[in-house]
């Protein structure tokens, strides 16, 4: 059938969430401090980790890879994870095996391996003392994340997003409360600090050593309102969001995440109270 | 002087149950089935009278069985009673060379069989004892002819004949001739009705004045009423050497409402091709991927059927003169295919008189030409071209605008068609056309398109194909027929989004078909092919990141631009041979066509792989009009190039052709004259399916597939139609079918991805009055299978969540599709063009009808995509005759 008609039939029988929307337990961001070490480094995690309904309990386990997978540690092999902490109980960090990369030629450790994070969201009245007894349905949600180990001279920061720029013009940092219209749209712009785009070196599979500058994208989340677009590339990181109408809505919540696709995240969190 | 003389005579003529010589069993069920015009014998060829008969003074009949081909010409001639004396081989000889006008049945020209006796007479003055003289008739005066005319068919302005022409209140009535003219003599003086009637025809009353002492002239126009105006462009006709049979005209085919008026399109509402997902015209026949079909052009084959979203095929409908649906169990001259074949016969001839169409919808418009050249008027000529504005239609449709992004289709074709027939034993034909598609996806200024900088420009899509082919057809002998067909093609495409994602291909195709029938005797036809086809390709492959790395997958890792660019050449002479072999002397009573085809593919510095392909094909007639078929074979299909190709030259890729065992039973049966049923089952197991090498570890050393896969489908077809035959026509299919896929040895059996286990198609047509007709088209087909989800986890460095599956692939399905199209046309004809205006309502149902399933982003929502909402699709034809 022409495009025409795919256009006009292409609808759904029923409206989906949108990934933007922040109605359910969702793991947004991890951060870690490097966020790439070198092997016996100790690095510390945080994330960002939602929920409207309740608390959160954020288990971290990790483990060594052998080489890198979507679905994350082998769970057929207990003795290989290892519990990092328990978020907000205990701060999760990583003593970052000394010898995690001895296995690999001189050469590629400037490249490094990956060092594999799971992170479990499940409820904050969760009794941690019978974890072993959970299950699937136990879990709010499951993420991963990797961790990349190197020795590299050039190794990567966490990008910071040092405030939000609104309709071009209000500048709101962190902890910042934004009042906002009822019905109205607004432009939110994440504004990076000056070091976050980071220049670096690649060594291309030729051999070429290649200098490189990092493309950081963002992401928007909200409790309330709408996005049309809720992604944003650097530098043109602003995207619109219209507060939501319903006249019961009065306080709410925007995230914006930065991702520079090195493993190295940010984020800023918003408050917004709606008026009018 | 010696006359052999025609004593006459046409015996009746049998377009499917020719009589059986006497004496044989079932003589006395036989009858003629039903023609709507009988033929006509046009070019008689007198036979020299025997020496030893005329010295002996001896007179004598032959009773010859003549068998007459679509085209009219005699292809064999059989002595049913002999009448010795050397009469029976001049009868044969000159018998041979006879002409006749073609019959014809409601779908269009057949081929007949039909009595002749042919009669030797002495000249009564130079022999006693010749045959009887006539009876001396006595003469009668004649009143003067005082009313004249012709008949002349409005539009096309043919002159008609055999309409009847009457002048009610008297018994004066008589047939217009062949040039549409009558004359009626001693009509009443003063006013007088004339009435021309003839089914088909609507029927004209013309007032006119009777003057005494003059001869009235009259010039009637009548309007064609039926749809039979086109049967003689009948598509879906096959050689009844192959093992289905089914024809549908394009007076059907330009009513059918979702088809656009496109034949081609018209096959997925027969049985065997499955539902293609929103109308796109992907063709699934037989439970086949789609690439597994065979698309063609005379023979030759062609990358792409459809323009760009499957809404039209390339080709201007009014060029192609048949289209051959083979679902299954073909012959052997086609193959590298294990699915469906169809195969497009473009007319050969065009009109004496010329014709222009103009014709444009919301999507596109588009002319055509055809006419003949030169005084001699064997110069044939057809052309075509067409235009989408479709881009520039589309930002037009609000909720379009709206979505973010822009899709902007566009497509564009042309054909240009020669035939000369100057030639007595020799027909040229010449086609060359091509097509260009462009698709541009992207989003509105200032708006990214997704996350990556890698995709931010526009993704397009563009490809064209050219390909000029020419048919020489020759016939030696009675017992030699020969045909070849050299063609070139030349194919490019372009993939790309952005600056790193590039992908252009630049391929050239040469193919020569050739095939010969040689009649070594009457009851066998021994019909050697070739099918050789040989080509090379370059093309450049540029990736936003190095393949390799997926291998060790590491969203972290460096990305780094991958350039591939090579050349590489394929060949495959395939060569075939296969018999028809009819046993008895009703050519129908029963035909086996064994055949044999042998494809060798080499794809340089990747593989060498042969195929041997025997095949069987027999069909039987059983009762009157009633036939059992059945065939079995083998069919193979090689790798694709892309599935061959690696880019170490070092390593061979170890693929053998795709193979299939198909095999067919059914029974078919004329039930009255334009109904008829038929009924089939097939089975067919397929081996040596290309799959994707899952111990794959390397790029540069592994092969990237192999042939563990295999698959099984069993299905039933069953159609019931009703031929087009005046105001009505309609058919009703049914496919029961299931197909299934395995990977590997050890994995599980699955349903194939549009495995559609009921398929029902109701299609019908009525002419109604004014020049209206009304059209529908019912559809309810079993949903498409999907595999669930159920949730997913969230890899944080991407942003995106892998999905959890809940249940095996493809272990659900969507709800069942049910559709109701309907179609108004209103024709109007005036003396020298008609134009039609058309509304096709598509999905008059209204029904949901999903065509996928949508998750929501972390997988645990879930919703249907609605397949094509109530559109209702104008357009006009206007034809011109020059």
Redesign the interface.
């Known amino acids: 059938?022409?495009?025409?008609?795919?256009?006009?039939?292409?609808?759904?029988?029923?409206?989906?969430?949108?990934?933007w929307f922040i109605d359910r337990t969702?793991?947004l961001?991890?951060r870690a401090e490097p966020a790439e070490p070198r092997p016996g480094d100790l690095v510390t995690f945080t994330s960002l980790a939602v929920d409207p309904a309740q608390d959160l309990l954020i288990v971290w386990t990790g483990c060594v890879l052998e080489?890198?997978?979507?679905?994350?540690c082998d769970t057929t092999d207990p003795d290989a994870i290892s519990l990092l902490g328990v978020e907000p109980l205990l701060p999760p960090s990583l003593q970052v095996p000394a010898d995690l990369l001895d296995d690999l030629p001189e050469e590629d450790r400037d490249?490094g391996k990956?060092y594999f994070l799971t992170?479990s969201a499940l409820p904050g009245d969760t009794d941690l003392s019978a974890i072993e007894e959970l299950d699937q349905d136990d879990l709010l949600?499951?993420?991963?994340?990797?961790l990349?180990v190197s020795e590299s001279t050039t190794a990567n920061h966490n990008p910071e997003i040092r405030q939000l720029l609104i309709d071009g013009v209000i500048e709101v940092l962190p902890g910042g409360v934004l009042t906002v219209q009822r019905g109205q749209t607004y432009s939110i712009e994440p504004i990076l600090n000056e070091d976050a785009i980071e220049a670096y070196e690649?060594i291309?599979?030729d051999g070429v050593t290649?200098p490189?500058v990092e493309?950081p994208?963002f992401?928007f989340y909200a409790t309330d309102g709408s996005y049309?677009?809720d992604?944003?590339?650097y530098p043109?990181g602003a995207v619109d969001w219209t507060a939501p109408v319903d006249p019961l809505a009065d306080t709410l919540t925007i995230w914006s995440?930065v991702?520079d696709?090195?493993?190295g995240?940010g984020w800023f969190t918003l408050t917004v109270e709606v008026a009018g | 002087m010696l006359s052999p003389l025609l004593l006459a005579l046409l015996g009746p003529a049998f377009a499917q149950d020719p009589p059986p010589a006497p004496g044989e069993a079932g003589a006395e069920q036989e009858a003629p089935p039903p023609l709507v015009k009988d033929p006509a014998l046009i070019n008689f060829v007198q036979a020299a009278f025997p020496q030893e008969a005329k010295d002996a003074g001896i007179e004598g009949i032959v009773l010859l069985l003549l068998e007459v081909n679509e085209t009219g010409q005699v292809y064999n001639v059989t002595v049913l009673e002999s009448a010795g004396w050397g009469f029976d081989e001049a009868a044969v000889e000159a018998a041979k060379q006879f002409v006749f006008s073609p019959a014809e049945d409601a779908a269009g020209p057949v081929p007949v069989a039909l009595e002749f006796e042919y009669g030797f007479v002495l000249d009564a003055a130079a022999t006693e004892g010749a045959l009887p003289e006539e009876p001396v008739v006595e003469e009668v005066v004649e009143l003067p002819v005082n009313l004249e005319g012709q008949v002349v068919e409005m539009a096309t302005r043919r002159p008609l004949p055999e309409m009847s022409v009457a002048v009610p209140g008297t018994d004066l009535a008589t047939l217009t001739d062949a040039e549409g003219r009558f004359a009626l003599r001693g009509v009443p003086i003063g006013p007088a009705k004339v009435v021309i009637a003839r089914p088909g025809w609507q029927t004209q009353e013309v007032d006119v004045v009777l003057v005494e002492g003059e001869a009235t002239n009259v010039v009637a126009w009548v309007r064609n009423e039926s749809y039979d105006q086109d049967a003689a462009m009948g598509v879906y006709r096959k050689d009844k050497v192959e093992v289905t049979q089914r024809t549908i005209t394009m007076g059907e085919v330009r009513r059918i409402p979702g088809t656009f008026g496109d034949p081609i399109r018209v096959v997925q509402s027969l049985p065997g091709a499955a539902r293609s997902p929103f109308g796109t015209g992907v063709l699934i026949i037989r439970g086949s991927n789609p690439e597994d079909s065979g698309v063609y052009v005379e023979g030759v084959r062609i990358p792409f059927i459809y323009h760009i979203g499957g809404y039209v095929s390339v080709f201007n409908p009014d060029l192609i003169g048949a289209v051959d649906y083979l679902p299954g169990n073909y012959g052997a001259q086609y193959g590298r295919t294990t699915g469906g074949v169809i195969d497009v016969k473009i007319k050969q001839e065009a009109p004496e008189q010329g014709r222009l169409v103009w014709s444009t919808d919301l999507l596109d418009s588009g002319g055509f030409y055809e006419g003949r050249l030169g005084e001699s008027g064997n110069h044939h000529i057809g052309v075509a071209a067409r235009r989408s504005y479709i881009d520039a239609v589309l930002p037009l449709v609000p909720r379009y605008g709206a979505s973010g992004f822009v899709v902007r289709p566009r497509w564009a074709d042309y054909q240009v068609r020669y035939g000369y027939t100057g030639l007595e034993d020799t027909r040229v034909t010449a086609f060359v056309f091509g097509f260009s598609d462009k698709l541009l996806v992207g989003s509105d200024d200032g708006v990214a398109q997704g996350t990556d900088q890698d995709t931010q420009d526009d993704f397009a899509v563009n490809y064209w194909s050219q390909r000029a082919l020419v048919t020489v057809e020759h016939r030696f002998s009675d017992k030699l027929t020969a045909k070849i067909t050299p063609a070139f093609g030349w194919d490019y495409t372009y993939l790309g989004s952005g600056q790193s994602l590039q992908i252009t291909q630049d391929q050239w195709i040469w193919q020569v078909r050739g095939e010969a029938v040689w009649r070594p005797h009457p009851t066998i036809e021994v019909i050697p092919g070739i099918d050789w086809l040989w080509g090379g390709a370059t093309f450049e492959f540029g990736l936003p990141f190095n393949p390799n790395s997926l291998v060790e997958y590491d969203p972290l890792a460096e990305r780094e631009d991958y350039t591939l660019s090579g050349k590489g050449q394929a060949r495959s002479p395939d060569v075939y041979l296969k018999a028809n072999w009819r046993p008895f002397k009703d050519p129908e009573r029963l035909l086996i066509t064994p055949g044999l085809r042998v494809t060798p593919v080499r794809i340089v510095d990747e593989l060498d792989t042969i195929s041997f392909d025997p095949r069987v094909i027999a069909r039987a007639k059983v009762v009157k009009g009633g036939f059992v078929k059945a065939a079995t074979g083998i069919y193979s299909q090689p790798p694709q190039s892309f599935e061959a190709y690696h880019p170490n030259p070092d390593i061979r890729t170890e693929l053998v052709n795709e193979r299939a065992w198909t095999s067919t039973l059914g029974y078919e049966q004329q039930l009255t004259q334009g109904l008829s049923v038929e009924l089939e089952v097939f089975t067919k197991d397929l081996d040596n399916l290309i799959v994707s090498n899952r111990e794959l570890q390397s790029l540069s050393t592994d092969q990237f597939n192999t042939n563990e896969g295999v698959g099984r489908v069993k299905g039933l077809e069953f159609m019931l139609r009703q031929a087009a035959i005046n105001q009505t026509f309609g058919w009703v299919s049914y496919t029961l079918s299931k197909s299934e896929r395995r990977d590997y040895p050890d994995s599980e059996w699955v349903l194939f991805d549009f495995d559609q286990t009921h398929i029902l198609t109701v299609v019908g047509g009525y002419k109604l009055p004014y020049g209206i007709e009304a059209s529908g088209r019912f559809q309810y087909v079993t949903g498409n299978p999907y595999t669930p989800y159920a949730g997913g986890v969230y890899d944080i460095d991407q942003d995106f969540y892998s999905a959890f599956s809940s249940g095996d692939t493809n272990s659900e399905r969507l709800p069942s599709f049910v559709a109701l199209d309907l179609r108004i046309d209103k024709a109007w004809t005036f003396k020298q063009w008609r134009m039609n205006t058309y509304v096709d309502f598509l999905n008059a149902y209204r029904g949901v009808n999903p065509e996928f399933v949508q998750y929501n982003y972390d997988y645990t929502e879930s919703a249907y995509i609605r397949g094509l909402p109530f559109i209702p699709s104008p357009g006009v034809n206007i034809e011109v005759f020059l």
């Open positions: 059938m022409p495009f025409a008609l795919l256009m006009l039939s292409g609808c759904l029988t029923q409206s989906l969430s949108p990934a969702r793991l961001a991890v080489s890198s997978s979507s679905f994350g490249e990956n992170l949600e499951l993420g991963i994340k990797r990349p690649y291309t599979s290649e490189r493309e994208y992401t049309v677009v992604y944003s590339l043109y995440v991702r696709r090195r493993g995240m």
